[in-house]
């Protein structure tokens, strides 16, 4: 763990990044407009995007909140691959089930 | 540093053991979240409909807030295993209460949103209600027991720091903070995918 100084600003800042990336999804999902034939149903765009937002969300808060940081290289690597499998599972599924039933 | 984290540390990889247990626990409340979101996924994708329809009837004003006081009692969580690892009890107290106070809100504003779908006639495993319920009722309600499960140690921990030497583990508090901050992490994921990505949203139906 690093300083007493160091560590509070970092913290403030994934705060609002936190903040403005959770308003950027509702932005993002409420009044970003697609045109009908770009996905729709299923409207797989506004879903990447959301998952893209909150993939952003997620690496903030595991790697100064939850001290990765901070931690050994060992730590990192036993943490990232079972998140990256959980993703690629969010994401490929979206997108297989999304062509599966509109094409 | 106190010497509490010292002695927990594992000799061969210097990871403490009860960081290493929290993530191991929070990897397999992946697994269980993640049935969730491939269900979620796969039915979604074939009932649109049912999904819009369910979407559209939730309150994504009230989950908003609640993402809000979510992403503060992470903050606080954060700040309050910071300031007892420098030995400043009552900041820890101050942090660790503000935490707690925000989980207590984020069940009132549950507490205020289950309330409004039992009023429309929607219940937990009820027939007549759409998959998109079963599904909301299953992952809010898994998450607000999650809320639930975090302040009783948060709590239990609270009252600790009231005695003269004040809560004495700081690294039981940061494993109890990668469970918070897991919480939190689901929530961002719940969010959008029950409240905002509605799939018909931004455009018309196209039949």
């Known amino acids: 763990m690093s300083s007493q100084t ?49 993939v952003l969300k997620v690496l903030c808060v595991m790697y100064i909140f939850m001290h990765l940081k901070f931690d050994s290289p060992l730590l990192r690597v036993f943490v990232y691959v079972p998140v990256f499998f959980f993703l690629v599972m969010v994401f490929a599924l979206n997108v297989l089930e999304h062509f599966s039933y509109t094409h | ?17 009860g960081k290493v247990a929290m993530w191991a626990f929070l990897a397999s409340e992946l697994m269980f979240f993640s049935g969730f979101f491939a269900a979620f996924i796969v039915l979604r994708n074939g009932n649109y409909e049912v999904f819009a329809q369910g979407s559209a ?37 101050l ?19 289950y309330s409004a779908k039992f009023h429309d006639g929607l219940f937990p495993g009820q027939a007549h209600h759409t998959v998109f319920y079963s599904f909301y009722f299953m992952m809010t309600g898994f998450h607000a ?59 018309l139906p196209v039949h």
């Open chain 1, 6 to 54: 160091s560590v509070i600003p970092s913290y403030l800042k994934v705060f609002y990044t936190l903040l403005v990336f959770t308003i950027l999804t509702v932005v993002a999902a409420k009044a970003l407009h697609f045109p009908a034939s770009w996905g729709t149903p299923g409207d797989v765009l506004h879903v990447s995007i959301g998952i893209i937002i909150a």
């Open chain 2, 1 to 17: 540093m106190s010497n509490t984290i010292n002695l927990s540390h594992e000799p061969v990889t210097r990871i403490p053991n």
């Open chain 2, 57 to 93: 009837h939730l309150n994504w004003v009230l989950a908003l807030v609640n993402t809000f006081i979510l992403i503060g009692s992470s903050l606080t969580m954060a700040l309050s295993i910071h300031h007892l690892e420098h030995k400043n009890n009552s900041q820890f107290r």
């Open chain 2, 95 to 113: 942090f660790l209460g503000l935490t707690i106070l925000g989980a207590f809100g984020f069940l009132v504003v549950k507490y205020i949103e």
């Open chain 2, 145 to 203: 027991l999650h809320v639930i499960a975090g302040m009783i140690p948060m709590m239990y921990m609270f009252f600790r720091s009231f005695t003269n030497k004040g809560y004495p583990y700081p690294w039981k508090v940061e494993t109890l903070g990668l469970y918070w901050h897991f919480v939190d992490l689901m929530w961002i994921f719940i969010f959008p995918a029950l409240y905002l990505l509605n799939p018909y949203s931004g455009t």
